[in-house]
């Protein structure tokens, strides 16, 4: 684990290192190499929230091999020096031309392809690894919180037997741990109760922005990779929104998060309508547009990191609380007094 939080981390930093360098790039290259320059930036855009996020903010493992990011780290370390030599090449120089010039080394353009296409397909093992990870620890927490209440009911009947034998004493004594390990899942249910209404409407708004975006998607060129991003996100909170919004078992949001996350979201569907209507020769909104989607994307990811830093926090404090309780109830059937 520490291995891949260290190597996780200097990943992030050379990703921001050419995030970085690209974005200086795009205004000084010459104009042959703006378009792959351009993909390049767009991938890591999408790329950004998935990994600056998840490591600098959240220290959440990437999940990737040791040797896969260390190729990753050398690719991107390579590709800080190729961009940042594109950013002082001339549109004469003829070692831009390497066909031309019968050069035997791989041309800038195929290098800056490889790269661009090596981000992408970590970006689709991202996506699948964080859509895998949330059903699983989600999975993990509901069943733990089902122990936690078969344990409870458990404890509670032994402590009727002690009550109803007269041993009020012994009760206070092993209950007294349980008592303080449920006061603050208590706390949190009673202060979950009160954000019925902002959790009704957050699931509400993420379904429309959900049925907006697989909509549009499916009937715009322009904007169509971007909201393929997009959808992933999407599929990948799903299972926390309707774990918030119908099931309040696991997650608990305040109210003051509720309502930002669900005025985001209205805003995504306001924004994912009028993209549907930009024509494609309009490429100033393209670019407008493109920009307030990745932000939007980014903002979903932020989401979904807070949700999963809570849920692994959950099922560490859970199994604290299973681990306590089972003892108390192992010493209460060993007194003989049950």
């Not at 041993?167 to 899942?185: C, I, K, V």
């Not at 009937?219 to 393929?228: A, D, P, V």
């Not at 997650?251 to 306001?270: A, D, Y």
């Amino acid at each position: 684990m520490a291995l891949e939080l260290v190597g996780g981390a200097v990943l992030g930093t050379v990703f921001a290192a050419l995030h970085d360098v690209v974005k200086v790039a795009l205004g000084r290259t010459v104009m042959q190499f703006k378009p792959l320059l351009g993909d390049l930036k767009f991938t890591l855009d999408s790329l950004k929230p998935r990994i600056i996020q998840q490591i600098g903010e959240h220290n959440l493992v990437l999940g990737l091999p040791n040797e896969e990011i260390d190729r990753l780290q050398q690719q991107m370390e390579e590709g800080v020096k190729l961009v940042d030599k594109l950013s002082k090449l001339s549109m004469w120089n003829c070692s831009i031309w390497c066909n031309c010039c019968n050069c035997t080394m791989p041309s800038y353009i195929d290098k800056l392809v490889e790269l661009d296409r090596s981000l992408r397909i970590l970006l689709e093992i991202l996506k699948l690894q964080e859509a895998r990870d949330v059903k699983e620890a989600l999975l993990l927490a509901r069943k733990i919180h089902d122990k936690q209440d078969e344990l409870d009911k458990k404890l509670s009947d032994l402590l009727k037997v002690q009550q109803e034998a007269g041993l009020r004493a012994h009760e206070e004594l092993n209950g007294r741990e349980f008592s303080r390990s449920n006061n603050s899942q208590t706390t949190g249910q009673k202060r979950i109760k009160g954000n019925g209404v902002q959790r009704i409407a957050l699931g509400a708004v993420f379904g429309l922005l959900f049925g907006a975006v697989i909509q549009v998607k499916d009937k715009t060129k322009m904007f169509k990779r971007i909201l393929g991003y997009l959808n992933s996100t999407l599929d990948s909170l799903k299972p926390l929104i309707e774990e918030i919004t119908e099931y309040n078992k696991v997650l608990h949001l305040p109210k003051e998060e509720l309502e930002n996350f669900t005025i985001q979201m209205e805003t995504g569907v306001e924004l994912i309508h009028k993209c549907s209507k930009v024509h494609k020769w309009a490429n100033y909104k393209k670019y407008e547009y493109t920009n307030k989607l990745l932000r939007l994307d980014e903002s979903l990811q932020g989401l979904l990191s807070i949700l999963r830093v809570q849920l692994a926090r959950d099922v560490r404090e859970s199994l604290v609380f299973v681990s306590n309780t089972e003892i108390v109830i192992k010493q209460i059937e060993e007194s003989g007094t049950t």
